[in-house]
């Protein structure tokens, strides 16, 4: 692109550029000041400058214009200088954005001065007052040690006078505790003595008591023999309700346990036939049920077989069985 031409120039090229005929705008510019030599100098100096810069193509016969074009160049001329304008006002916006970010960081700097300015002045005061505290600290804790020197050396004067008086009052306390124990000694043995004439007496009579429950654990367990005997061969040749009903009476008043202490027993002593006791068990309370409800032994000869088959093994638990129907049946017809 050419220089940028005159002020001048650039409004004669808006109205060529503006206009259809470039020529007759310049012969009608012409002819307007065709009186005026100096104005017409000055046009055509202007034509000068834009043919000169390529804005303008112009020929001339003498003082006449014989051909006047715009060229491409020309229609141009004016997006360029705007474009020009444009980097120029851009690089004018940068520079000032430079600047103004330098007046920025400038300031910032400053800033960051005066803040670090403060920040030291803060820290020399800081380290001013914390040795300012130190050493109050210092004097403090030499004071507390000297005043906790003192208190333990007084401490240890009462404690050695302390432990003194202990020692004086253990040793009294020492030779009444042996006098004490002399006594008690003496007591201790005239009591052993005491007690040991009182056990002898003791045993002999929990000796002679022994003898005499054996003597009658051994009759009641002849008389129980006796009666499980009784009570076997009678039970197995009742044949209807009246001889086992006279049966069960004759024992009623001789066997007195429950139900629940039967089955406890059951539970402890059963064993592997368990099962079958507490089945005969919720047997029996069925025919005690059924003697309370219809004032009559029912006829249970499976029942009465396997409880005699039970004699033998487990004849605690016959003879439990056997007391219960009896007391039932005693309850009901003879109390």
């Known amino acids: 692109m050419s220089k940028l031409v005159s002020e001048s120039a650039e409004k004669l090229l808006e109205e060529m550029l503006q206009t259809n005929n470039a020529k007759k705008l310049i012969d009608d510019k012409l002819r307007a000041i065709e009186s005026d030599s100096t104005a017409t100098t000055k046009l055509?100096?202007?034509?000068?400058?834009?043919?000169?810069?390529?804005?303008?193509?112009?020929?001339?016969?003498?003082?006449?214009?014989?051909?006047?074009?715009?060229?491409?160049?020309?229609?141009?001329?004016?997006?360029?200088?705007?474009?020009?304008?444009?980097?120029?006002?851009?690089?004018?916006?940068e520079d000032a954005r430079l600047e103004e970010e330098a007046r920025l960081l400038e300031n910032a700097k400053i800033e960051k001065a005066k803040l670090d300015q403060e920040a030291r002045m803060k820290e020399e005061i800081k380290a001013k007052e914390n040795s300012r505290l130190n050493d109050e600290a210092r004097f403090k804790e030499n004071a507390l040690l000297k005043e906790e020197a003192k208190l333990k050396e007084q401490a240890w004067f009462k404690e050695e006078a302390r432990l003194k008086e202990e020692a004086r009052l253990i040793e009294e306390a020492r030779l009444k505790e042996e006098a004490r124990l002399l006594e008690e000694s003496r007591l201790k043995e005239n009591t052993w003595l005491k007690e040991e004439a009182r056990l002898k007496v003791e045993v002999r009579l929990?000796?002679?008591?022994?003898?005499?429950?054996?003597?009658?654990?051994?009759?009641?367990?002849?008389?129980?023999?006796?009666?499980?005997?009784?009570?076997?061969?009678?039970?197995?040749?009742?044949?209807?309700?009246?001889?086992?009903?006279?049966?069960?009476?004759?024992?009623?008043?001789?066997?007195?346990v429950s139900f629940a202490e039967i089955k406890n027993q059951v539970v402890i002593k059963g064993g592997e036939d368990k099962v079958m006791l507490l089945d005969l068990l919720e047997e029996a309370k069925e025919i005690i049920e059924e003697?309370?409800?219809?004032?009559?032994?029912?006829?249970?000869?499976?029942?009465?077989?396997?409880?005699?088959?039970?004699?033998?093994?487990?004849?605690?638990?016959?003879?439990?069985?056997?007391?219960?129907?009896?007391?039932?049946?005693?309850?009901?017809f003879g109390g």
């Open 291 to 332: 003697i309370n409800s219809t004032r009559r032994i029912p006829k249970r000869k499976r029942f009465f077989n396997e409880l005699s088959n039970q004699s033998s093994k487990h004849n605690w638990y016959y003879g439990a069985i056997i007391g219960l129907i009896g007391r039932a049946n005693y309850d009901l």
């Open 44 to 93: 055509h100096n202007i034509i000068d400058e834009l043919v000169e810069n390529h804005l303008m193509m112009c020929t001339w016969y003498g003082d006449t214009v014989h051909e006047a074009k715009i060229p491409l160049s020309a229609e141009k001329y004016f997006e360029k200088k705007n474009q020009s304008k444009l980097k120029r006002e851009d690089k004018q916006k």
């Open 206 to 256: 929990k000796e002679d008591a022994r003898a005499k429950l054996e003597n009658e654990l051994r009759t009641k367990e002849q008389a129980w023999l006796k009666e499980q005997a009784f009570l076997n061969e009678n039970l197995l040749n009742a044949n209807n309700s009246n001889s086992l009903l006279n049966l069960l009476f004759s024992i009623s008043t001789t066997i007195d």
